[in-house]
């Protein structure tokens, strides 16, 4: 089984919902930077206090930040991992992409979970996160419209990327995931 994973597609999709569960199952780790952001907003430190305005008005982290937090995990990991949230943009990507030469652990699959505008916004304003009002919705939907749906592009460029519909139940879409990893 394909043991380093990237997880794809717009807030909203279900990819933090999936990823829990396919780690949890085949022993990966979750590495989201949404997560790892939010802990340090909790924990107050310096780092999170830089991300917390970004945050909340839903623009995009500095990359110097989100990837030195990736770096620290990633480095001298022994066992297989899955991205959520990361790269967010193609300058992350290719950061990425040095990183996992330097340690030898290229990405094997990229997973595009592909959603409509509609959903997403509902099933957004129904979680309730801090950023997720409505304003603060559109302007995400909006950055990962710029920044992040490149990416899609990039990885089938690569060979790489499979996508699937994130729309129906939660276990429908993991039985989706759970096949194209094999
Ligand atoms: P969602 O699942 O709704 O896309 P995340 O939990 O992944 O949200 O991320 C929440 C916020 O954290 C983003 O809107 C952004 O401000 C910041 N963030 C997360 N990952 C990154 C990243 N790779 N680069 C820059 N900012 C990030």
């Not at 990039?154 to 060979?159: A, E, T």
Request: glycine share 10%; charged share 25%; hydrophobic share 40%.
């Amino acid at each position: 089984m394909k043991q380093r994973l990237l997880f794809l597609g717009p807030p909203g999709a279900g990819k933090g919902t999936q990823a829990d569960r396919l780690c949890k199952k085949n022993n990966l780790l979750h590495l989201s930077t949404g997560d790892l952001l939010r802990s340090e907003v909790q924990a107050g430190t310096d780092l999170g206090q830089k991300a917390q305005t970004i945050m909340s008005k839903g623009g995009l982290v500095s990359d110097e930040l989100v990837l030195s937090i990736v770096k620290n995990k990633l480095i001298g990991l022994d066992s297989g991992w899955l991205l959520d949230g990361f790269p967010r943009n193609v300058f992350q990507a290719q950061a990425l992409e040095d990183l996992l030469v330097q340690v030898d652990q290229p990405i094997q699959l990229v997973v595009f979970l592909k959603i409509d505008d509609g959903l997403l916004i509902q099933r957004l304003l129904a979680r309730g996160r801090d950023d997720d009002n409505e304003e603060v919705i559109r302007h995400r939907l909006e950055v990962y419209k710029n920044m992040t749906a490149p990416l899609v592009d990039h990885y089938r460029g690569k060979g790489l990327l499979k996508a699937i519909s994130g729309s129906g139940t939660i276990d429908e879409i993991s039985n989706r995931i759970q096949e194209i990893l094999e």
